[in-house]
């Protein structure tokens, strides 16, 4: 009876110990395979495009000085009525065409004791152009010198009198730059994954980069860059 016990004894043993060892040598090979599938590579893909922009925001901004501030006010509806019949001529529509109320300084208000001014009054205002013919826009600002010689001072300097060119359709050509992007990724990951004897397999996260907009150069600002960098992280096998 003795004997049988140690028989028993020994049989549940040896079957644990079996057990254990091929729990062991499963564990062990998952984890094999799950090192295998964390071989990855990151990568980033461009696409990057150039487009016209839609729409041209231009001011045009005035001054105009004098002691009599009813003929102040009357010298500034007649510039801005010069300005504002430059640009129909030159083809804008007059829903094209805006302007900001007038803006007047007291000099002797803001004097504190200093030598006095020649003219008491500047009034100040600014036409702006609003329009999506780029070509008639810019070739408007040309003739501006025409003003000149009819009297109207044109004022600002050249920072704020920046014409404002805009891209709006940001959403119309999004999907195609995402599609490219993502292309551009994959063929330098393949190009990866051949160059270490790889295998390129899923995508395992992707990342979509922000859109930049921006002008192509300093003298081409009607000419938007849009660009777009995708971030994406393959899978790797043997």
Not at 95 to 118: L, T, V
Not at 196 to 202: F, I, P, W, Y
Request: glycine fraction near 6%.
């Amino acid at each position: 009876m003795s004997q049988n016990r140690t028989f028993a004894a020994i049989a549940v043993a040896l079957a644990i110990f079996l057990g254990l060892s091929a729990l062991g040598y499963l564990l062990g090979d998952a984890a094999i395979r799950v090192k295998e599938l964390e071989r990855t590579v990151t990568v980033k893909g461009l696409a990057e495009r150039e487009f016209p922009a839609d729409v041209v925001i231009q001011p045009v901004p005035f001054t105009v000085a004098g002691n009599d501030l009813q003929a102040l006010a009357a010298e500034i509806d007649a510039n801005r009525d010069k300005i504002v019949e430059l640009l129909l001529e030159a083809g804008l529509g007059r829903d094209e065409i805006s302007y900001s109320a007038p803006q007047i300084m007291d000099r002797s208000a803001q004097n504190y004791g200093g030598p006095k001014a020649e003219f008491r009054f500047v009034a100040s205002q600014t036409v702006t152009i609003y329009s999506e013919d780029l070509d008639k826009a810019r070739d408007v600002v040309a003739r501006f010198g025409e003003l000149g010689k009819q009297g109207v001072v044109l004022s600002g300097d050249g920072y704020n009198n920046r014409p404002d060119y805009i891209f709006r359709r940001l959403n119309e050509i999004k999907p195609e730059m995402v599609e490219e992007a993502t292309r551009n990724a994959r063929e330098v990951a393949q190009k990866f994954a051949a160059d270490s004897d790889s295998k390129l397999g899923k995508i395992r996260r992707a990342s979509q980069g922000q859109f930049s907009i921006s002008a192509r150069d300093a003298n081409n600002p009607h000419i938007k860059i849009v660009r777009v960098v995708s971030t994406i992280e393959y899978y790797l096998s043997d």
